[in-house]
């Protein structure tokens, strides 16, 4: 067996006003908790370090930029790569990266994996940008990631890291059959998934009550369909009067769910994932080249 232990690192809310240092000693304390436990890897949220600033209108982009890094790790961040080194647990978390490329200023919805020597060995920037691009008063929040971010130009495609190839998907992206599917096609044997998923959605309203079912309804399919582990990670409870989901969770490639959340606050679940468990799926019902008929699907390539 290939067995690494997981944890999956639920963070409570996070102010507006909340400093990054504030936030990384909240990570940092669930990473010791995580060491204690034996942990190999541990996962955190999407826009792990701040709020979930794309609720907020912001015309002015100095206000927008403040919620983004400009160097990972930075001064802010440092300590949390230090913790990495010393207890020598890998991380996976997200943030707002805005960097320089061909000279033109890029901003991305990023996930990075960060080895046990605290290097980072992955870096993700986020396909599907849900939510608008203009200012939508009649919401009771806004979600602007289109305006504040460009979608990404990362495949979903694994790295080697502890002992196994991991992968990345972000919030949004969990809902897409096809995250997993390209992962899967590519070798992925884990993806690790961190969102910010309020219950009130303004265009479906309808649909509240079923925001937890379609969370786990997604990673679990996903996981089966495609044999793989998936970690959900959620940023959760009532943040800026905006309350997000919780229920993070570790999900087996049968699909089931072995660990999970269950308060709405900072809070580890951990399980001892065996990457050859992927095999029981992908050997079987779901064998790839054995069974799959890409001639018969030439529409899910095409734009
Ligand atoms: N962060 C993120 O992608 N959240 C969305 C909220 C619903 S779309 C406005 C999600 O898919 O969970």
């Known amino acids: 067996s290939r067995t690494i232990?997981?944890?999956?690192?639920?963070?409570?809310?996070?102010?507006?006003?909340?400093?990054r240092e504030v936030v990384v000693a909240r990570m940092i304390a669930l990473l010791e908790k995580a060491a204690r436990r034996g942990c190999d890897l541990v996962v955190y949220p999407e826009l792990a370090l701040t709020t979930f600033f794309p609720r907020w209108f912001m015309e002015d982009q100095a206000e927008v930029d403040a919620f983004f890094e400009t160097e990972m790790p930075?001064?802010?961040?440092?300590?949390?790569?230090?913790?990495?080194?010393?207890?020598?647990?890998?991380?996976?978390?997200?943030?707002?990266?805005?960097?320089?490329?061909?000279?033109?200023v890029r901003r991305f919805n990023t996930s990075i994996i960060v080895d046990k020597t605290g290097a980072i060995v992955h870096r993700y920037h986020k396909v599907h940008l849900p939510g608008h691009t203009e200012n939508e008063p009649w919401r009771a929040f806004q979600h602007l990631e289109k305006r504040y971010f460009e979608p990404g130009d990362t495949f979903f495609a694994p790295a080697d890291c502890l002992g196994g190839k991991l992968?990345?998907?972000?919030?949004?992206?969990?809902?897409?059959?096809?995250?997993?599917r390209e992962h899967a096609l590519r070798g992925t044997e884990m993806v690790l998934i961190g969102y910010n998923t309020p219950y009130h959605y303004p265009l479906a309203p309808e649909h509240d009550h079923l925001q937890c079912f379609h969370n786990h309804l997604a990673m679990q399919a996903g996981a089966y369909a495609n044999?793989?582990?998936?970690?959900?990670?959620?940023?959760?409870?009532?943040?800026?009067?905006?309350?997000?989901?919780?229920?993070?969770?570790?999900?087996?490639?049968?699909?089931?769910?072995?660990?999970?959340?269950?308060?709405?606050?900072?809070?580890?679940?951990?399980?001892?994932?065996?990457l050859d468990r992927c095999t029981e799926i992908r050997a079987n019902i779901f064998n790839f080249q054995k069974h799959r008929r890409p001639e018969m699907y030439p529409l899910l390539s095409a734009p």
């Open 5 to 19: 232990v997981v944890g999956a690192a639920q963070l409570g809310p996070i102010a507006r006003a909340d400093s």
């Open 167 to 180: 992968g990345m998907a972000i919030c949004n992206d969990r809902r897409w059959p096809e995250t997993y």
């Open 74 to 104: 930075g001064p802010a961040t440092a300590p949390l790569f230090a913790k990495v080194k010393e207890l020598g647990v890998a991380i996976s978390f997200g943030y707002a990266e805005k960097t320089v490329i061909d000279g033109r």
């Open 227 to 274: 044999g793989m582990w998936v970690v959900g990670v959620g940023k959760a409870g009532n943040e800026e009067n905006c309350v997000l989901i919780g229920q993070s969770c570790i999900i087996a490639p049968t699909g089931e769910i072995v660990a999970m959340a269950s308060t709405l606050g900072d809070e580890l679940v951990t399980h001892d994932c065996d």
